[in-house]
């Protein structure tokens, strides 16, 4: 099974920052990674496909990079309503898999 | 609108089986591959189960394979989980998530939770 390692595994960071959030797959997912964003009480949400790809309704300010093993989500000017865990999800092979998550608490 | 409703969930003894229900609509159903993912109380996301638009493959995360069994009926609309012999650790929130074109989950449903004790 492919394993997905999220890091930082909590981020504390100031309305405005821009941030950075790690994904690193055990074997390459070619860009078969996916981000998804879960509030507090709330299910999941597709936030990035296919490692860059945006998906409708979502702020511009998240945006992904990366192929291969290295994936990144970037938040440009994090807003209180961003307050989460980000979950990483692999496509490529089953079983499907997630990262730990990395949860984004705001100063 | 893209809605996805979950039933079914409940306090079961371990042992005992439950059968889930995820109703479907804003889409056309019977064309979209449709997926059971659970997370445990405060842990993460864990894939578990898929089943292709017209029922002729399924898949299973070997944590659940010979327990668990996904079907659908595209008649109405309707996936479901049948549980057997369910264990304390298939304690967890259940979502069913429709398949988006590039193998991820796109829309998810509100969950239904199932707990597992004696």
């Known amino acids: 099974d492919v394993v997905l390692t999220q890091s930082p595994a909590t981020l504390s960071v100031t309305p405005g920052e821009r941030i950075s959030l790690s994904c690193r797959a055990s074997e390459s997912v070619d860009t078969y990674l996916h981000w998804y964003q879960q509030k507090p009480n709330e299910s999941p949400r597709l936030l990035i496909k296919?490692?860059?790809q945006s998906i409708s309704g979502i702020p511009s300010r998240f945006s992904g990079s990366g192929s291969g093993t290295d994936f990144t989500l970037s938040i440009n000017g994090v807003e209180l309503e961003d307050l989460s865990i980000y979950y990483c999800q692999q496509g490529n092979s089953l079983p499907f898999t997630f990262g730990s998550g990395t949860k984004l608490e705001i100063k | 609108e893209v809605q996805l409703v979950e039933s079914g969930g409940g306090l079961v003894k371990p042992g005992s089986s439950l059968k889930l229900s995820c109703v479907a609509s804003?889409?056309?159903?019977?064309?979209?591959?449709m997926h059971w993912i659970r997370q445990a109380p405060k842990k993460g996301l864990e894939w578990i189960a898929l089943i292709y638009y017209d029922s002729s493959n399924k898949y299973y995360a070997d944590s659940v394979k010979g327990r668990f069994t996904i079907s659908r009926d595209n008649s109405k609309n309707t996936l479901y989980l049948e549980m057997n012999s369910l264990r304390s650790e298939d304690t967890a929130m259940y979502y069913c998530?429709?398949?988006?074109?590039?193998?991820?989950?796109?829309?998810w449903g509100q969950g239904v939770m199932v707990t597992v004790s004696s």
């Open positions: 296919y490692a860059s």
């Open positions: 998530a429709k398949s988006g074109g590039s193998r991820n989950f796109d829309y």
């Open positions: 804003g889409f056309t159903f019977s064309s979209y591959g």
